[in-house]
């Protein structure tokens, strides 16, 4: 499903990446949820 749909992978990655490091804009830009300032 990689090859597949490339896109959905690098929007999770950087989701993930996102949450995992100091990501606030991607987490506030894609959830309004200010759960973690």
């Known amino acids: 499903m990689e ?3 490339p ?3 690098i929007r ?3 989701h993930f990446k996102g949450k995992k490091k ?3 804009s991607i987490m506030e830009e894609t959830t309004p949820n200010r759960r973690t300032g």
Do not use: F, S
């Open 3 to 5: 090859e597949t749909t």
């Open 7 to 9: 896109d959905l992978k």
């Open 12 to 14: 999770i990655a950087l």
């Open 22 to 24: 100091t990501g606030p």
